[in-house]
Structures are given as structure tokens and as C-alpha cells.
């Protein structure tokens, strides 16, 4: 497993991180035998929030692991009020990690992330609730999820700290963050920025992506894995997997873990093959060529 830099918080993680957002519903026999192959693998960094099968996937988890804390590095995710509102309100925070903590079973997260962003946010009480959690010992490291810069430089300057990380959706088949800075200036659909360029900016502040939904294509549409819907891309990824003897799904991790950026793969699979299909992409280089190979089957034309 290879390992990068959590942003400037010292934690060397793996590059590939286990989502656990579809695990609510495993067994605690299924659920332990997958956290096995994931240590097992190098693959120690669990990826949760507080919304997950409604707070059921860190119950099931919790228990999963007990005795094993001191293997684990534990990050979670609030702000979102399901179908409701997003709130990033002291008490909100406060509570939400408190709920995360004792249905994990754990005394502390490693990172927490804000979910999505809050248009009502105060950062003077973000920063507020970031302060008190880490002076009790609750979290260690902050970071944010779905964040153009601009909302991660106004909550940075009320912070002691910087962010680590930014969850963002990133797949082949979702890449406008690559998309525009390749059509700077053009003038086509691919050239419009929607995010503010958080991309470079979030290299350049040495926050770290974390790439999630790295096999989908829309807002959980599916996978564009064998999907009949994009017969190029898949013909693309059929021809470097077996020149590398991986599958697509591998291919596909190793494009994201290709870019300079050094992401983060959050993976979304409950099935242990598919989990060696992600660890699997450490041990491929692609080439440039087969980078950019890969790109344009997926639609994207250079300009």
C-alpha cells in the first residue's frame, strides 16, 4: 500500500481509503472479516459520517473493531441534517461527534471533516467547536468535504490550524476540476470553472483530496465499469488492464492515483474483491500517454 501526506498534519496515510457509507447493513461476522483484509492490505484509514445508514454503519463498525483501535486511523464527517438543512453550528458539531465517537466506541477521531458546505456558516463558531474538540482530546486533525477555496480560505482564517483535506467527487467520468484547467481560455463547456480551481489550490496549501465516488459516473448514477453506456472508456481500460494483467476497476483507481496531486481514493465497495481491486493500484504506473489515453475515452477532446 502506497502512503501519502494527510495535508500538514505529519499523518502518513494510505492512498487508498475505505468508505464505509454502504456497510450499515453487513453483519458484524462479514464486517470483521472485511476490516481483516483491509489491514491485512495496509489499509488502515476508515472513512465514515454521522448520516451513514443513519449512524448504523459506525454502530455495525464499532463493534467490528473492537480492541483493534490502535490500528485504525478513524475520520467521520457532519453538518448535514438529512433532508432538512446543513448546519455547521457549534452545538451541531459538538453533538454530532460526541454521537460519532460513542458509536464508534473510540475516545477520538483522527480527522473530521465538515460535510457539505453551510450557507449559514459562522467560521468564528466553526473554529470554536474545532478548538474545543481538540483541547479535549476528541479530534486531531480537521479538514472539509465538497469546498471551493474561497470557503476553505474564510474558515481557515478564523482557525489555529490548517485544514488537511478537502472529500471531493472525483472519477474519470468526473473530472471538471482537470477538465478546466486543461481549456484554460477556450471557448467550450470544458473551459467553465466550477469550483474555483480548488484543485490547484488545494496543492498549492498542501490540503489533501480525497477522492470520492472514483468509480461513478453523475451524482450515483453507477459505475462506468462495463457500463454499456461508455463503450470507449471501457475498451481503453480493457486494453492497459491487460497490458498491466489488472482489471478496469484497477485501471481506474490507478488514473486517480496517477496525478501529481497525490490524492486520496475513497473506495464504496462492501466486497473484498473489489477492495484488492483498489489496493491493486498502487503497484500500476501508468504512462503518460495511457493517462491522457484514458482521459479522452472518457469524452474529453484536447484542445
Known amino acids: 500500500m502506497n502512503l501519502v501526506k494527510l495535508g500538514k498534519s505529519g499523518l502518513l496515510v494510505p492512498a487508498v481509503a475505505v468508505g464505509c457509507m454502504r456497510i450499515g447493513k453487513m453483519s458484524e461476522k462479514e464486517l470483521s472479516s472485511f476490516v481483516d483484509t483491509c489491514l ?8 465514515h459520517a454521522d448520516i451513514y445508514s443513519k449512524g448504523e454503519s459506525e454502530v455495525v463498525f464499532g463493534k467490528a473493531v473492537k480492541g483493534k483501535r490502535d490500528k485504525l486511523i478513524l475520520q467521520s464527517k457532519c453538518g448535514i441534517v438529512p433532508g432538512k438543512a446543513f448546519d455547521f453550528s457549534y452545538e451541531h458539531i459538538v453533538k454530532s461527534v460526541d454521537g460519532s465517537l460513542k458509536r464508534l466506541g473510540t475516545d477520538y477521531l483522527d480527522v473530521l471533516l465538515l460535510h457539505r458546505p453551510d450557507a449559514l456558516m459562522e467560521p468564528e463558531e466553526v473554529a470554536r467547536a474545532f478548538r474545543d474538540l481538540k483541547k479535549e482530546g476528541k479530534v486531531r486533525h480537521f479538514g472539509v468535504s465538497n469546498q471551493n477555496p474561497y470557503q476553505m480560505r474564510l474558515l481557515e482564517k ?46 498549492l496549501n498542501d490540503i489533501t483530496i480525497q477522492a470520492w465516488s472514483p468509480m461513478q459516473y453523475g451524482f450515483f448514477k453507477g459505475s462506468f465499469v462495463d457500463n454499456d453506456k461508455f463503450p470507449e472508456l471501457n475498451r481503453v481500460l480493457g486494453e492497459i488492464g491487460e497490458k498491466y494483467s489488472v482489471t478496469k476497476s484497477t485501471v481506474a483507481y490507478a488514473w486517480i492515483l496517477r496525478h501529481p496531486a497525490k490524492m486520496q481514493v475513497v473506495t464504496g465497495t462492501t466486497k473484498e474483491e473489489r477492495l484488492l481491486e483498489a489496493f491493486s493500484a498502487c503497484d500500476v504506473k501508468l504512462t503518460r500517454e495511457e493517462w491522457y489515453a484514458i482521459y479522452k475515452s472518457a469524452g474529453n477532446v484536447l484542445p
Open 40 to 47: 491485512e492490505n495496509g489499509a488502515n484509514f476508515f472513512d
Open 158 to 203: 478564523y482557525l489555529d490550524e490548517p485544514l488537511v483535506a478537502n472529500q471531493l467527487q472525483f472519477s474519470i467520468m468526473h473530472s471538471s476540476m482537470i477538465q478546466s484547467g486543461i481549456n484554460v481560455n477556450m471557448y467550450n463547456d470544458s473551459a467553465t470553472g466550477r469550483d474555483g480551481g480548488v484543485l490547484d489550490y488545494c496543492r
